[in-house]
């Protein structure tokens, strides 16, 4: 019997590899008839070390989230998926992905992009994608290849359309 998933999340957070997770998600979410729900974390711990905090940049940092997945959800309805949606939440990233969306949604599959983060930069700052496997109610999937599966690494990013 394979799996089948009806819930996937994706974490979109501006990287390639997310774009990445997301693309393959669509393709999972269509094989299996699955429900897509995306997600941006806002990470507040980024405004504490801002002087001049103002709810100005919040606002714009939201703005732009949501045109983003706006942006993901008509490029996910043009590939024939109809159960889209997505959330622009508020927080740590690491708990908001690992544990709360996928309790609050059933989510049965979490699809994210591999960290670009190197060891140092994990040590000091934690990688969100190694507590999402260690931490998740529910299956995960590190996407770290591109839709050619060679590794998402070692490709460039394609120029945006002009």
Known sequence: ???Q???ILVAIDGSYEAELAFKKAVMVAKR????LFLIHIVDTRAFQNVSSFDSAMVEQVTATAKNTMEEYITT????????????????APK???ARDVPKQHGIDLIMIGATG??????????SVTEY??????CDVLVVRTDLENKPALATTKPAQDK
């Open 1 to 3: 019997m394979l799996q």
């Open 5 to 7: 998933y009806s819930h």
């Open 32 to 35: 299996n008839n699955a429900d």
């Open 76 to 91: 996910a309805k043009k590939e024939g998926l109809e159960k889209v949606s997505y959330s622009i939440e508020y927080g």
């Open 95 to 97: 708990t908001i992905i």
């Open 117 to 126: 983060l190197n060891a140092v930069e994990r040590l000091l700052i934690g």
């Open 132 to 137: 999402v496997t260690r931490n998740a109610p």
